[in-house]
């Protein structure tokens, strides 16, 4: 059946189980989904007190398969899990209805080609977990439990908080080719964060071994909260990942990391819209990176009207000072970005930190800087020294344990003079030995320049 064309529905007895049940089938159209076809099957009142019987076709309505309520105050994680189980196991949707508001106070468990979509925006879980660390908890039943990897999607659900939480709302144990998209996520005031990954013994023990983490797309999610420097979570977060789109999601008001990258491999972020009250587009000890026509900008908390200071718009660099064995950022693009203080922004640090870096390229970015207040640079390019005693073994062998250095750097073509104050390109560090490879600062506009060694630099101009 075409878009726009009317819906048709068909009922008819049939015997399922010994049971005399009756089948109706409707078919949806879902916006930018295929028609769905969704199979309702009411049980006589005799078998009320049964379980709800296996479904037939692709997807079955969560509330009239498990009986889950939806009016956002009766608990339904047990109802809308029966359901989950089901589509997880057999490769179905399960769709919330319209106008149904299932309220979570517990984890949830979805694997396989397990499918979650919404009718429209108001097919919502309402949150209340309270310190339920993981909320919707991908390619596991439970702990210890490992399934078959997430292939699915998540489209078109609403996740709305209405009680405390700190919890991430979609957590990814293991996971190959699935979709998150067209979800909105309303955190308000709480600390909840809308995706993540990771590694956690109680939950997945050898997560290095047992977690998959490979190729998924994040496309076109809205995320709202009203952090502040102590409130909020990651907006998008990825962690040890290999393969990911992240594109034409808008994010707002996070109290941390608009889009967190760490310890991932071939990642590709594009057309994002983020705003945060002092977080980042993060990207930490990560390789193969592209971070192309993103608007990222500070805003002062919807919650208290108050500005907190952050330390960049764009990192690029290395997680933190402590001993670890993980990659320096390598092989990483940022181009065509447009980075934005708004009028009573207090930020320190840069723009755009560019952090113990190889073979890396900023490019065509545009920084605003409208605050007054706001003392960042427009480009810091610097080594990163584990200046506390921590060890750092660099897994490609090129650095020693106590400084990653500067590796092969370009930035061209940056304007970092739009907006009512102008910002700088500066190079700092402790001594040039610590810039190994050729660094090349050509054709930029910005307010001055600061280097303290010698890069290549051409046709740089000032405002």
């Given at each position: 059946m075409g878009e726009g064309a009317d819906s048709s529905i068909y009922s008819s007895g049939m015997l399922l189980r010994g049971r005399i049940m009756s089948l109706m089938i409707s078919k949806k159209i879902l916006n930018g989904l295929n028609s769905i076809v969704v199979f309702t099957i009411l049980a006589n009142a005799s078998a009320a007190q049964s379980d709800p019987p296996i479904p037939f076709g692709d997807t079955i309505d969560i509330a009239a398969y498990s009986g889950a309520v939806g009016d956002g105050v009766t608990d339904d994680t047990s109802r809308v899990q029966m359901a989950l189980t089901v589509c997880s196991n057999q490769g179905l949707t399960c769709l919330i209805p319209s106008?149904?508001?299932?309220?979570?106070?517990?984890?949830?468990?979805?694997?396989?080609?397990?499918?979650?979509?919404?009718?429209?925006?108001?097919?919502?879980?309402?949150?209340?977990?309270?310190?339920?660390?993981?909320?919707?908890?991908?390619?596991?039943?439970?702990?210890?439990?490992?399934?078959?990897?997430?292939?699915?999607?998540?489209?078109?659900?609403?996740?709305?908080?209405?009680?405390?939480?700190?919890?991430?709302?979609?957590?990814?144990?293991?996971?190959?080719?699935?979709?998150?998209?067209?979800?909105?996520?309303?955190?308000?005031?709480?600390?909840?964060?809308?995706?993540?990954?990771?590694?956690?013994?109680?939950?997945?023990?050898?997560?290095?071994?047992?977690?998959?983490?490979?190729?998924?797309?994040?496309?076109?999610?809205?995320?709202?909260?009203?952090?502040?420097?102590?409130?909020?979570?990651?907006?998008?977060?990825?962690?040890?990942?290999?393969?990911?789109?992240?594109?034409?999601?808008?994010?707002?008001?996070?109290?941390?990391?608009?889009?967190?990258?760490?310890?991932?491999?071939?990642?590709?972020?594009?057309?994002?819209?983020l705003s945060g009250v002092d977080g980042r587009l993060f990207v930490a000890n990560s390789r193969h990176v592209t971070i192309v026509n993103n608007k990222v900008s500070r805003e002062a908390s919807k919650l208290t009207g108050l500005w907190y200071p952050g330390i960049a718009l764009l990192y690029i660099g290395h997680e933190a000072d402590v001993p670890n064995n993980e990659s320096a950022p390598t092989h990483i693009t940022a181009r065509g970005n447009t980075l934005t203080y708004n009028p009573g922004a207090v930020d320190r640090g840069a723009a755009i930190y560019v952090y113990g870096p190889r073979n890396v390229t900023v490019s065509d970015n545009i920084v605003v800087n409208n605050s007054s207040a706001t003392t960042a640079s427009g480009i810091h390019l610097l080594p990163f020294a584990f200046l506390k005693g921590s060890v750092w073994r660099d897994p490609d062998g090129l650095d020693p344990h106590m400084v990653s250095r500067v590796h092969n750097v370009t930035i061209a073509n940056n304007n970092l003079n739009r907006g009512s104050h102008p910002m700088s390109v500066i190079q700092t560090g402790q001594h040039c030995d610590y810039y190994v490879g050729p660094v090349t600062i050509e054709n930029n506009l910005a307010r001055d320049y600061s280097f303290i060694c010698d890069p290549i630099t051409r046709e740089n101009r000032r405002n």
């Open positions: 106008n149904k508001s299932f309220l979570i106070t517990k984890e949830l468990y979805l694997w396989g080609a397990g499918n979650l979509v919404g009718t429209d925006s108001t097919s919502s879980l309402h949150l209340n977990t309270g310190s339920v660390p993981y909320i919707l908890n991908i390619g596991i039943a439970g702990t210890q439990q490992l399934k078959s990897p997430w292939t699915g999607r998540i489209q078109h659900v609403t996740f709305q908080a209405v009680g405390p939480g700190t919890g991430r709302i979609i957590f990814l144990w293991r996971s190959d080719g699935a979709t998150i998209a067209n979800n909105i996520f309303n955190v308000g005031a709480y600390g909840y964060g809308p995706t993540s990954s990771g590694n956690n013994n109680h939950v997945v023990r050898n997560g290095n071994a047992h977690c998959i983490r490979k190729n998924i797309k994040i496309i076109a999610n809205v995320i709202t909260a009203k952090g502040t420097d102590l409130i909020g979570n990651e907006g998008i977060g990825l962690n040890q990942w290999d393969g990911a789109e992240i594109a034409y999601n808008t994010v707002s008001g996070v109290g941390d990391d608009m889009i967190g990258i760490h310890f991932s491999r071939n990642i590709n972020i594009h057309d994002n819209d």
